[in-house]
C-alpha cells in the first residue's frame, strides 16, 4: 500500500460526479476514506497491468465488437477475435475458452464495454444502423 508522506506527495485529478459516487459509496461501505480507497485501487490496477504484460505483453485490445473483443496478437502477428458465447469467453484463432486470448480478455477492462456482455449499447461505435430511412 503507498502511503501519503505530506501534501507534496499529493496531486488532484478531476473525476467525474457519477464515478466518484460510486466509488465513494462502496468505499464506505468497505469503511474506507474514499480517497485511501481510490489511490489504493490505482496502485492495484497499476500492478495488475505490470504482471499481465509479464504472460501476455504480446497480446492487446485491437478493438470492440457487439458480442466481443479484437485483438491484436504480435506473436502470432493476427488479429484474433474473442466473444461471448453461453456466458464464456470464446476464442476463434484456438477454439478455446480458456486460452491465453480468453484469459486476456477477461482480465481486461474492456470486457465491461462489450454490448451483449452489459445487456446495453454504449458509445458512438456500437451505433445500431438506422432502420428508419
Ligand atoms: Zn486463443
Redesign the pocket.
Known sequence: MTSIKGKKDLVSAHIFREIYDKYKEKAESERYDVKEYLNNLLEAWLKKEEFIKTFAGHLSVDSLQVNGITLKDTKEKKL?DVYLSDHKLQ?E??N?TD????IYVWASPEIGRIPHATGKIEGAAFSEPDQST
Do not use: Y
Open positions: 484474433v476464442c484463432l484456438c478455446s486460452c491465453i486470448h480468453a
